[in-house]
């Protein structure tokens, strides 16, 4: 039922020098949805690969698929869907190959792209950037961070009413044991907690379970599989009311593994003990944007927001110097390495 998050595209049997060595002088590529931080990134490394790059804040459109003209590369985020329409159109403006700057390719068809000419794969970075993330949010959801600081900041420097919970007393079960899931347990075990695990291919040492069995035993569940169509709604409702009373979900890795509404649900009858979420479905408009001075249309993220032991960040685990520079590097060498390659066949 699940799997680790997809092994990287890129496939280092040559080394980064090689491909260097062999790189097209001024390939170009074009670099949609690039914030500020990333454009820095593209501009100082992209020299040493050779690449001319086009950079862009829009994201990937059919009326921004102009900007990839005569580039056969382009690289993109995550944020944005791109939807079967802007694939046939960018096929029809000559890309022939897509670097996305994330693990996921839960935005785009890959299918579909390949039928229509364009080869996709996705980057590595630094697992450690979620894995950290993850274990801060476990740690604050059981130490019911979110209402004692905010009755701090409101100068109510009482205790918490309820007390918190160590992690060398719990049961943690991580879910997906791919490159993140393993740094998470590689952490989990310096606190001292039963870890257990579940995923197709294990690979890490963990007591592997079925998923039912992992969701009926831990006190906190942290999921950090790939979303695909088999693994869409992986928490649904039924499987949410195994949780054990009080159990705490964490979810660093794609909205849509868990069915939210039946998860808030759970949380608003008071049988599960909290949740921390990084990343939730219908982020897409929300998360990223400065929605501070409009209404906000999601009724089931508002809901949680107002929840006590809810903690909602907006898919920023990922979000460190590290994990950057090497989303931007890898995404760079993916695009002279599918243009070496292209030479070669030719």
């Known amino acids: 039922m699940t799997s680790s998050e997809p092994a990287p595209a890129v496939r280092r049997t040559r080394s980064l020098a090689s491909w260097l060595s062999s790189a097209v002088p001024g390939t170009g590529v074009t670099v949609y949805g690039c914030g500020p931080d ?16 086009t950079i862009t804040e829009a994201a990937v459109s059919e009326a921004t698929v102009e900007l990839a003209a005569g580039n056969r590369c382009i690289s993109v985020g995550h944020k944005t869907p791109i939807t079967h329409r802007i694939l046939d159109a960018l096929s029809q403006a ?42 801060m949010l476990m740690l ?48 989990l075990r310096g606190f001292g907690c039963l870890v257990l695990a579940h995923d197709n291919c294990p690979g890490v040492a963990a007591e592997y379970v079925p998923l039912d069995d992992l969701l009926h035993r831990s006190d906190i569940v942290t999921l950090h599989t790939p979303l695909t169509a088999e693994t869409h709604h992986l928490l649904h409702r039924q499987r949410i009311e195994q949780l054990k009373q009080g159990a705490y979900v964490v979810n660093t890795g794609r909205g849509a593994l868990l069915d939210t509404e039946a998860l808030l649900s759970a949380l608003e009858s ?6 921390a979420l990084d990343v939730l479905e219908g982020e897409e408009g929300i998360f990223y944007a400065d929605c501070s001075g409009r209404r906000i249309d999601h009724d089931l993220l508002l809901r949680l927001q107002r929840l006590p032991n809810v903690l909602i960040s907006p898919h920023t685990a990922y979000y ?19 243009q070496s390659r292209k030479q070669q066949w030719i």
């Open 38 to 53: 990333e454009a820095v990134l593209f501009r100082q490394l992209a020299p040493r690969f050779g690449v001319a790059p």
């Open 94 to 135: 000559g890309v022939t190959y897509i670097s996305t700057r994330s693990i996921g390719y839960n935005h785009l068809d890959v299918t579909y792209a390949e039928s229509v000419g364009i080869t996709v794969e996705n980057v590595a970075y630094s697992p450690d950037s979620v894995a950290d993330y993850t274990l």
């Open 140 to 187: 604050m959801a059981v130490r019911h961070a979110k209402s004692t600081i905010r009755r701090a900041d409101a100068h109510d420097y009482r205790l918490n009413d309820v007390r918190g919970k160590e992690l060398r007393d719990l049961t943690v079960g991580v879910v997906g044991t791919g490159r993140i899931g393993a740094a998470v347990v590689d952490r």
């Open 270 to 275: 008071g049988r599960l003990g909290g949740a």
């Open 320 to 338: 460190t110097d590290h994990a950057l520079s090497d989303a931007v590097e890898n995404s760079l060498g993916n695009c002279v390495k599918f």
